[in-house]
């Protein structure tokens, strides 16, 4: 497990600070295959996990939840057979904040326990 991955999460408010973009490229180093693509002027990290079948997608897609609701932060989660896309950013200051990656990172490591259910990451 990752050093991010083992940060904690703090509670987010609308005054809560956006991760500079510096800061982005600097933690996006760490997570391999995550991405940040903007939808309307909002920055979203995300990355796609191919999986051996449905179930095996509806699991892990499972377990992201079990994390998301341990933290009160929830991501997007887009569940197909094959496949589950993972999308984090924060709604209350519609952008990424420190905690976007910490949950990509757990997100990461979760996928890493669970390899046998996946094949590989879509890039």
Not at 30 to 37: A, D, M, N, T
């Amino acid at each position: 497990m990752s050093d991010l991955a083992r940060q904690v999460c703090e509670p987010c408010r609308a005054d809560s600070p956006r991760v500079e973009p510096a800061e982005c490229t600097r933690l996006l180093a760490e997570l391999p295959g995550w991405v940040i693509e903007h939808e309307g002027n909002v920055p979203v990290l995300q990355k796609t996990f191919r999986c051996r079948d449905f179930r095996a997608a509806l699991e892990i897609a499972n377990r992201i939840g079990d994390l998301a609701d341990a933290e009160d932060h929830h991501p997007r989660l887009v569940v197909e057979w094959g496949r589950v896309a993972v999308a984090w950013w924060t709604h209350a200051i519609g952008g990424l904040h420190r905690n976007d990656f910490i949950m990509a990172a757990r997100t990461e490591a979760l996928a890493e326990a669970l390899a046998e259910a996946l094949t590989q990451p879509l890039t």
